[in-house]
């Protein structure tokens, strides 16, 4: 099945400072990679997703690029802020093979702290 | 429009009873997933329903798991004898009929078991 990798595991930056996660994966087939933040004790929320089709997208201070080739994928926040101290997640799909379509592999997060 | 739904928040069961947890997708989502995570983890795929059906159930532990999605009324997932290593967070997702939009997940606020 798919293998997601993340890093780092702990990413530490002053508030105005970028901060850049990422995130490799195994299955080829894969094609749609969102990533999630989880605040403590909340639920994980989606903060932008880009599918296989496309090699960048940009939501305000949120960016995530995708190399399909070396199939790996970034999260890239800029001018972060204290209130984006939250554990990010990364994840891909299965692929569009049969039962499997929809599910998502997670990596394990990434802790990102901004210190004011 | 409601998010989706997650209940009981928090439950709290002796080694041998059973758990049940309870998920209510979003309005016009037809598509739910559970995931379990583990503290200071990321999130494991459990299984992948619709209504009446279940689509993907190959995260799901063989035994003591069940899930069910009935045409009224919440997903519900079921542990029966539980035992501690069961203590957890369960997070339920509801996505959009099949398409691009399928793959766009949104979490409920989860079930935080814990098994005493």
């Known amino acids: 099945g798919e293998n997601v990798e993340q890093h780092p595991s702990t990413l530490s930056v002053q508030e105005g400072d970028s901060a850049v996660i990422k995130c490799t994966y195994s299955?080829?087939?894969?094609?749609?990679f969102p990533w999630y933040k989880q605040e403590l004790g909340k639920r994980p929320q989606l903060i932008i997703d880009?599918?296989?089709?496309?090699g960048e997208k940009k939501d305000q201070r949120i960016a995530v690029t995708l190399n399909k080739t070396a199939k790996h994928f970034s999260l890239h926040i800029t001018e972060t802020q204290p209130e984006d101290s939250a554990v990010y997640f990364c994840?891909?799909?299965?692929?569009?093979?049969?039962?499997?379509?929809?599910?998502?592999?997670f990596g394990r997060g990434t802790q990102l702290t901004v210190w004011p | 429009n409601a998010g989706v739904m997650q209940n009981p928040r928090h439950l709290v069961r002796r080694r041998g009873q059973e758990a049940r947890l309870r998920c209510s997708p979003m309005?016009?989502?037809?598509?739910v997933y559970w995931y379990r995570q583990l503290p200071e983890e990321g999130l494991k795929f459990m299984v992948y329903?619709?209504?009446?059906?279940?689509?993907?159930e190959s995260g799901m532990p063989k035994e003591r798991f069940s899930a069910e999605f009935p045409k009224e009324g919440p997903s519900i997932l079921r542990i029966q004898q539980v035992v501690r290593g069961d203590s957890a967070a369960y997070f339920c997702?509801?996505?959009?009929?099949?398409?691009?939009?399928?793959?766009?997940?949104?979490f409920g606020p989860g079930t935080r078991l814990t098994v005493t």
């Open positions: 997702a509801s996505s959009l009929e099949p398409g691009p939009a399928l793959y766009e997940q949104y």
């Open positions: 299955d080829s087939a894969s094609n749609y």
């Open positions: 880009i599918r296989s089709n496309v």
């Open positions: 994840a891909a799909t299965a692929g569009g093979r049969g039962s499997t379509l929809g599910r998502l592999y």
């Open positions: 309005k016009g989502h037809s598509h």
């Open positions: 329903l619709q209504k009446e059906n279940i689509i993907d």
